[in-house]
């Protein structure tokens, strides 16, 4: 059977992956080329390795990689017939001993062993082949020996073909069409029902094809991450690191889950790294992961560190549930304005929020003063609103009372998880809020404590509660503003995007009661995520499946040895994420913009703008949506469809808050 040919010169030209089973229809043996098609290498390019190599050998090999490939040139020379091995290779590398020559041949074949894997494109295919009892054949231009190669392809799950030929072995190569006059001798097959498949033009395509057999050409290279940063070709760490996760994706994966295997993942992996190493730094036995945001923190922790000595445990607590019990020692106007969110703008709702009232009940006060709930104030001039000081101070009396309440149920649910001593607390940040209010909460009860704080950053306005208490042991993995005031806050223009991608399954901790046992348990909202049926809302099904392909992505890069999230800055893990929050594509706003943002009882979408025309005609409302916007860079580029620096252009606008 024929396929048609200009499908299969189609397929020859493609630069992404996309091979039908169809096309494996009426051929009774099918062969796979080894290398690039088979198994991958986790890097951009095969003599990356060398380079990966020179690292290890440079001051007995100086110039390793040169040498390596001039090498490699030379033995081919000196064997223009048939083909070379390994050791042909090593003999024909000027300079080296005897000694040399082993040593290097056995590091050369331990970093191909731990750089090489199951290509997932490839392997339904090869699987499919092999279900349907088809005669598979491997067949390979490579100079490491058959018995390595075999070893690699069964640890790989590649088992079950008929045959191997690798040319090392037969002395002869596939691109000077020897190789598979070998293998149509040895196999005694029937040409027309041959298909052979590989990445090779010349060698799996043009060859096999003048040799009479039909054959399918695929790509070296299926790019399926959405970005390189610019150094990965210079950088063997990043080319290693990228190389891994475009290994790693599987074709057609759903978007939500893409995005987290290939950006959040990699943040999450650097997160956890750190906080374990500076948890052994700072000789930390005991760690609370802080509910909702810490759960995702927590579930990556312990697929990392899983026999750790650490004991990790995940608190239900909130910045909710934390604050309003301290405000009855000090329930001043100034003193909540500190507590509650940073925003420039401050509606009336979030107040009641921030100090534990219902705001519907108290409809008819806030109506005396001409209030709605929705009323906004300006976070620089509130205090000095006289109009509303009157007003809070209607509230006060209720608002200590309330508090008291809740610090009794709070210092029994501290006794019954015996929060004390020394132990780290973890969080996605900003400002030391909660750790604050802990500590007041420990330092009232007159329990020994000695908290420090681990957050995904610091930001600025953590001289807040540093002015509350200056000795806040904060630490910041992205930027820390508690010990350098210089910093950038890298997430600003795009907070709300990065939070969602932390959302715990459940609503957040309103506060705490007995249950029918005696016993402290947490109040949970009403999840947000829902919908009124109880099913997922889309924001919820796409966060699942982000969180899904993090974790998924932090069990694969678990099993190797050779990457280590502590060879890598913060800024380089947080470079995917920082390109979609700056600068996303249109497909990225599409999939989070609409997203709601759920903070301090307020709900905003992430970033979707009215029309330009609209704002032309109503500059405050643009003021308005564009500060309560929690991803601002998507909004300006939703709003603009400009090629222009949205993250300079939010640097500019913020400027004038």
Same mark, same amino acid.
């Given at each position: 059977m024929n396929i048609n040919q200009k499908v299969l010169g189609k397929i020859a030209q493609r630069?992404?992956?996309?091979?039908?089973?169809?096309?494996?229809?009426?051929?009774?043996?099918?062969?796979?080329?080894?290398?690039?098609?088979?198994?991958?290498?986790?890097?951009?390019?095969?003599?990356?390795?060398?380079?990966?190599?020179?690292?290890?050998?440079?001051?007995?090999?100086?110039?390793?990689?040169?040498?390596?490939?001039?090498?490699?040139?030379?033995?081919?020379?000196?064997?223009?017939?048939?083909e070379i091995n390994l050791e042909d290779i090593y003999l024909s590398f000027d300079g080296l001993s005897k000694e040399q020559i082993k040593k290097l041949i056995v590091l050369e074949e331990q970093i191909e062993s731990e750089y090489l894997t199951i290509n997932v494109d490839m392997l339904p295919f090869f699987d499919y082949c092999i279900k349907n009892k088809k005669k598979v054949l491997l067949i390979?231009?490579?100079?490491?020996?058959?018995?390595?190669?075999?070893?690699?392809?069964?640890?790989? $799950?590649?088992?079950?073909?008929?045959?191997?030929?690798?040319?090392?072995?037969?002395?002869?190569? @596939?691109?000077?069409? &020897?190789? %598979?006059?070998?293998?149509?001798?040895?196999?005694?097959?029937n040409k027309k029902s041959w298909l052979h498949i590989g990445d090779s033009y010349y060698s799996d395509y043009y060859i096999p094809r003048k040799f009479g057999i039909q054959a399918i050409h695929i790509p070296t290279l299926n790019k399926k991450v959405s970005y390189f940063p610019s150094r990965v070709e210079q950088d063997i760490r990043l080319n290693s690191l990228y190389?891994?996760?475009?290994?790693?994706?599987?074709?057609?994966?759903?978007?939500?889950?893409?995005?987290?295997?290939?950006?959040? $993942?990699?943040?999450?992996?650097?997160?956890?790294?750190?906080?374990?190493?500076?948890?052994?730094? @700072?000789?930390?036995? &005991?760690? %609370?992961f802080f509910s909702r945001d810490g759960l995702i923190m927590k579930n990556a922790f312990e697929i990392l560190y899983h026999n750790s000595n650490i004991v990790s445990e995940y608190l239900e607590v909130s910045r909710r549930s934390l604050r309003v019990p301290v405000l009855y020692l000090d329930s001043s106007l100034e003193a909540l304005i500190d507590m509650i969110s940073p925003s420039k703008l401050i509606s009336l709702e979030m107040i009641f929020d921030g100090v534990g009232l219902e705001v519907d009940k108290y409809k008819t006060l806030i109506e005396s003063f001409g209030y709605t709930k929705e009323t906004v104030f300006d976070r620089n001039s509130i205090l000095n609103d006289k109009k509303f000081n009157k007003f809070y101070k209607k509230l006060q009396e209720e608002i200590q009372q309330n508090s008291k309440v809740e610090y009794d149920l709070l210092r029994q649910f501290i006794e019954e998880k015996r929060i004390t001593g020394k132990f780290a607390i973890v969080d996605i940040g900003w400002s030391g809020g909660m750790q604050r209010y802990l500590i007041e909460t420990l330092n009232k009860m007159r329990i020994e404590n000695d908290v420090i704080g681990f957050y995904c950053g610091v930001a600025d306005y953590c001289q807040r509660n540093l002015k509350h208490n200056p000795d806040l042991k904060l630490n910041g993995y992205l930027f820390d503003f508690s010990t350098n005031k210089d910093e950038k806050d890298k997430r600003s223009s795009f907070v709300g995007l990065f939070e969602t991608l932390f959302l715990e399954q459940d609503g957040s901790v309103k506060k705490y009661k007995l249950n029918s046992e005696g016993k402290v348990e947490a109040v949970r909202a009403k999840y947000e995520y829902l919908n009124e049926d109880g099913t997922p809302t889309y924001e919820l099904q796409a966060v699942r499946e982000i969180q899904k392909g993090a974790l998924n992505f932090i069990r694969d890069i678990s099993k190797i040895s050779y990457l280590d999230a502590n060879d890598f800055t913060p800024d380089e893990l947080f470079y995917g994420l920082k390109a979609t929050g700056t600068n996303p594509t249109q497909e990225e706003l599409k999939m989070f913009g609409k997203f709601r943002f759920f903070d301090e009882g307020i709900v905003n979408e992430l970033a979707n703008p009215s029309s330009l025309r609209h704002y032309l005609l109503r500059p405050k409302n643009f003021k308005s949506d564009f500060l309560l916007s929690r991803w601002k860079t998507g909004f300006l580029k939703s709003l603009l469809h400009l090629p222009l620096s949205y993250e300079k252009v939010y640097d500019f606008l913020y400027q004038f808050k």
């Open positions: 630069k992404s992956f996309n091979l039908d089973k169809e096309l494996f229809l009426g051929y009774d043996v099918v062969s796979f080329d080894i290398f690039d098609t088979l198994l991958k290498r986790n890097v951009l390019h095969p003599t990356d390795i060398f380079s990966i190599m020179e690292k290890k050998v440079s001051d007995a090999v100086p110039n390793f990689k040169r040498h390596r490939i001039d090498a490699e040139k030379k033995a081919r020379l000196n064997n223009k017939a048939g390979s231009d490579m100079y490491l020996s058959k018995d390595f190669i075999c070893t690699i392809l069964e640890r790989e $799950g590649v088992t079950g073909y008929t045959s191997i030929f690798v040319s090392s072995e037969y002395n002869k190569t @596939k691109s000077s069409e &020897k190789l %598979y006059e070998c293998v149509y001798q040895t196999e005694r097959i190389a891994f996760i475009n290994n790693h994706l599987v074709p057609r994966q759903e978007k939500y889950y893409q995005f987290g295997y290939e950006k959040f $993942g990699m943040f999450l992996w650097g997160y956890v790294t750190w906080l374990k190493k500076s948890f052994d730094e @700072k000789g930390i036995k &005991k760690v %609370y």
